[in-house]
C-alpha cells in the first residue's frame, strides 16, 4: 500500500478512537521546537531550541540564518523530545507541523523534518496554522476550557480579536491594519537601546515607571475591534529623537510604562468591546505578547468587574513552542483533515479567509 492509503487508513482509526499521541514540530520564526502531546491536552514533552542570542547580534531576525539554525536543531530536539516523553517512535501516532504563516526559509525546514517522518514512520501528517497553535495553547494550560471563547492573538507578526465558535472555527472579529503589537514593542524598544527581542525587558523596565508621563496619540483604525500600532510606533520613536536632538533625556522607565499602556488598552478596549457585542463569557489571551506583565494583570481586573472567566495561558506557552501546535493538530486529525507527501509552506496563510 502507498503511504497516503496508511495514512489514511492510521488517520481513521484515530478518528474513531478520539485519541492519538501526536509529535509536532514548530519552526516559523526563529524557535526550533519539538513537543509530544497526547490528545491535545497533555504535554509530555515539549522542547525548545531559541535562536534569539543569535538574532540579537543583528538586532532582528535573519532569514537565512534562521533556516540554517532550525536545520541543525532538529534532529537533536527530535531526539530529545522521545527521550522525555519516556518513549520510541514506533509509539507515536501522528506528525503535526506548523505549514504558515511565517518565514518561508524557516517553515520548509519543519515541514521538510515532518515530511520526513511521517513517510518513514507510516504516520498521517496534521498541517497546523502557526496562529491556530496559539490559540490552542490555552487548551493545554486549562483543560477545562471548551468553545466558544473569544481569543485576543497577540504575537510578533500577528494581533487579531477572533471568536473560537468551535475546535478549529473561528471567526474574525478584529485584526490589526498595519504593525502588529510585538513589533511595535520590538521597535520602541529599540529606541530605548533595549536589545532584540525588545519586548520582555520593555515590558520589565515598564513596570518600574510611571505610564501618565508621557502621553501618546491613541490610534484610529476603520473597523470597530481593528488595532492599528504603526502610528503610535512612529510618534513614539519622532518624540523620543526630537527630544534627543534637542539634547533632552528620556526617562526610559517612564517612556516604556507609557507605551506600554497606550498598547494594552488599545488591545483590551478593542476585546472587551467584542466580548460585550457577542455575549461571550470566556475570554483567552494568546501569543507572545500575552506574557506581558500589564496585559496580563489588566485583562484580570477587567474581567472581574465584568464577570468574565478569563484564561492565561504561562508564558512559556504564550511565545513560540510546538506544544501549542500539538494540541492544534489533535483537534484537526479529529476533523480528519490530514495532508499527503505535496504538503508546502505556505508563509501568508491566515487563519480565516478575509
Ligand atoms: O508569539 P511569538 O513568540 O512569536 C510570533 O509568532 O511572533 O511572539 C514574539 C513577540 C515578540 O515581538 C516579543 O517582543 C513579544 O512577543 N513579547 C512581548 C513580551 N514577551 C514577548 N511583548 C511585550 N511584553 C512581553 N512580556
Ligand atoms: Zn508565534
Known amino acids: 500500500m502507498r503511504y497516503f492509503e496508511i495514512a489514511k487508513e492510521k488517520a481513521s482509526r484515530l478518528v474513531k478512537n478520539g485519541r492519538a499521541l501526536i509529535l509536532s514540530i ?31 547580534l543583528y538586532g532582528g531576525v535573519v532569514p537565512e540564518i534562521a533556516g540554517r539554525l532550525h536545520v541543525e536543531a532538529l534532529s537533536e530536539l527530535y ?22 504563516p511565517g518565514l518561508v526559509g524557516a517553515l520548509i525546514t519543519g515541514v521538510s523534518f515532518a515530511k520526513a517522518l511521517s513517510y518513514a514512520l507510516e504516520l498521517p501528517l496534521i498541517p497546523v496554522n502557526h496562529i491556530e497553535g496559539h490559540v490552542s495553547a490555552n487548551f493545554i494550560a486549562h483543560p477545562e476550557l471548551e468553545p466558544p471563547f473569544v481569543c485576543l492573538v497577540a504575537s510578533g507578526g500577528h494581533s487579531h480579536i477572533v471568536n473560537v465558535t468551535h475546535y478549529g472555527s473561528y471567526e474574525l472579529l478584529g485584526r490589526t491594519i498595519d504593525d502588529a503589537a510585538g513589533e511595535a514593542f520590538d521597535k520602541v524598544a529599540r529606541v530605548l537601546d533595549i536589545p532584540y527581542p525588545g519586548g ?3 515590558d520589565k523596565l ?39 536632538q534637542t539634547g533632552g533625556t528620556i526617562e526610559a522607565a517612564d517612556w516604556a510604562a507609557s507605551f506600554r499602556k497606550a498598547v494594552v488598552d488599545s488591545l ?19 501569543g507572545g505578547v500575552a506574557s506581558n506583565i500589564l496585559l496580563r494583570r489588566e485583562a484580570a481586573r477587567r474581567a472581574e468587574q465584568k464577570g468574565i472567566q478569563l484564561f492565561v495561558p504561562p508564558p512559556k506557552l504564550c511565545t513560540d513552542n510546538a506544544a501549542m501546535i500539538g494540541s492544534a493538530g489533535y483537534y484537526r486529525l479529529m476533523k ?16 480565516i479567509e478575509e
Open 26 to 56: 514548530e519552526s516559523s520564526c526563529d524557535e526550533t521546537a519539538i513537543a509530544i502531546v497526547w490528545d491535545g491536552r497533555e504535554v509530555l514533552a515539549n522542547e525548545i531550541a531559541s535562536q534569539v542570542d543569535i538574532h540579537a
Open 336 to 351: 480528519g483533515e490530514i495532508a499527503d507527501m505535496s504538503l508546502n509552506a505556505e508563509p501568508s496563510i491566515k487563519l
Open 206 to 244: 515598564a513596570e518600574t515607571g510611571d505610564d501618565t508621563r508621557y502621553k501618546f496619540p491613541a490610534a484610529h483604525t476603520p473597523g470597530k475591534y481593528d488595532f492599528s500600532f504603526s502610528g503610535l510606533k512612529t510618534a513614539v520613536i519622532n518624540q523620543a529623537h526630537t527630544i534627543h
Open 79 to 100: 531526539r530529545r523530545a522521545l527521550e522525555t516523553a519516556g518513549i520510541n517512535a514506533a509509539d507515536l501516532d501522528a506528525v503535526a507541523v506548523t505549514f504558515g
Open 200 to 202: 520582555p525587558l520593555l
Open 268 to 286: 483590551l478596549n478593542k476585546s472587551f468591546m467584542a466580548l460585550e457585542d457577542t455575549g461571550a463569557t470566556k475570554f483567552a489571551l494568546a
